[in-house]
Every structure is written in structure tokens, then in C-alpha cells.
């Protein structure tokens, strides 16, 4: 990736193949560190096929909204994307800005798992899937809004989780109309920093 030289629209599809092939191998890994009777073949959606994609579906639903607000305070247009691309049908700047944060919903997801507090009760049967009832959304909101809440070491100070996506968002504004800003945003935020004493 960091070979890469060009603009966003010869870049794009070999982009979105090397996040395709490090998610499968990834998603692969996490179901199996999942007890037996918990592990899962790859993503699924609409309806999850399991439970931990429909744990995970739900987390990532809190954080695109979180991240849409923290875009929409910052003054980005939340369909206007980078490497996804415009259309006011979807949300492009929200799928752009939301990488630098899904690893929060996947290590909430792992914490529920890894307490043993993933329940068949939390889950309704569909037909083709499952879905997570009151009592599981109830389970995963009460650890991933506490989580959320906590403050991590960032950039040299103590901030909020949800702090930090308010402050990447108004960087970035910052940095689209030239301003350079001061110490109350950081200058470039990387993945290293953002999780590295997460």
C-alpha cells in the first residue's frame, strides 16, 4: 500500500482488493480464536448468518452514526467520498472515515466473546439468519457504550474514544481548507497512534 502513487480513481479497485483479501484473512483469524459453536465462515449482512456478524453488524451501525454526526459538526458533507466513491445514495465520506474506528466494534465484539457473555438468548432465528433481540442489543450496547466513553492516551493526553472521531473529522476539515490548526487538534492522525496504547 504504501507503494502506491496516484489519484484515488486509479487507485481504487487494487485498493479495495487488498482490503478484500487482509478482511478475509482477518475475519477468518477472529472466528477462529471464537469458541466452537461461535465461529462463522466470512462476513455476512442482511441478515447475519451468525451471531458474531450479527454482533458486529449492530456495533458498526452505533459507529456510522457516531462518525456521521462527528463528519456533519466537523462541516463534511458525509456523501461526498475519497476512496468510495460520490453517490447521494450512500454515505461515501462515512464508509472512508469509519476505517480508522471499525477496529473498536470488532474488539468490543472479541471482549463479549472472550467474557462469555454472548448469549442464544440474545439472538431471534430467521429464515435465512439471525438478528440481535432487545436483550442482545441491551448486552452490546452496555459494554460498547462504556467502551466508547473511555479515554484512551492520544496524541500525548488523555481523550474519549468517541473524542477522538470528533477530533480526525475536524483535522481533516482543517486540512481540506488549508488551516494547519494548533494543539487542540492533532496534525495527522495514524492507525499506530490512534490504537497503539488502546
Request: hydrophobic residues 40%; contains cysteine; charged residues 25%.
Amino acid at each position: 500500500m504504501e507503494s502506491l502513487a496516484g489519484n484515488p480513481d486509479q487507485l481504487r479497485d487494487l485498493i479495495l482488493g487488498i482490503e478484500g483479501n487482509a478482511g478475509r484473512c482477518y475475519f477468518q483469524l477472529l472466528s477462529q480464536l471464537l469458541p466452537e459453536n461461535f465461529r462463522f465462515e466470512g462476513r455476512s449482512r442482511n441478515p447475519a448468518r451468525d451471531e458474531f456478524n450479527c454482533l458486529l453488524n449492530y456495533a458498526y451501525g452505533v459507529l456510522y452514526g457516531k462518525v456521521e454526526r462527528a463528519c456533519v459538526l466537523a462541516g463534511l458533507d458525509p456523501y461526498i467520498g475519497i476512496l468510495h466513491t460520490d453517490n447521494y445514495n450512500k454515505k461515501s465520506l462515512v464508509f472512508d472515515m469509519i476505517e480508522n474506528f471499525r477496529i473498536w466494534a470488532e474488539e468490543t465484539v472479541m471482549a463479549m466473546f472472550a467474557a462469555r457473555e454472548v448469549k442464544e438468548i440474545h439472538f431471534d432465528k430467521l429464515k435465512n439468519g439471525f438478528t440481535l433481540n432487545k436483550e442482545g442489543k441491551a448486552a452490546l450496547l452496555g459494554r460498547y457504550m462504556k467502551f466508547l466513553e473511555e479515554s484512551i492516551r492520544f496524541r500525548n493526553r488523555n481523550i474519549k474514544r468517541l473524542d477522538v472521531v470528533q477530533l480526525t473529522c475536524h483535522r481533516f476539515a482543517q486540512r481540506l481548507i488549508g488551516e494547519t490548526g494548533g494543539d487542540e487538534f492533532p496534525e495527522i492522525v495514524t492507525t499506530q497512534e490512534m490504537f497503539g496504547n488502546a
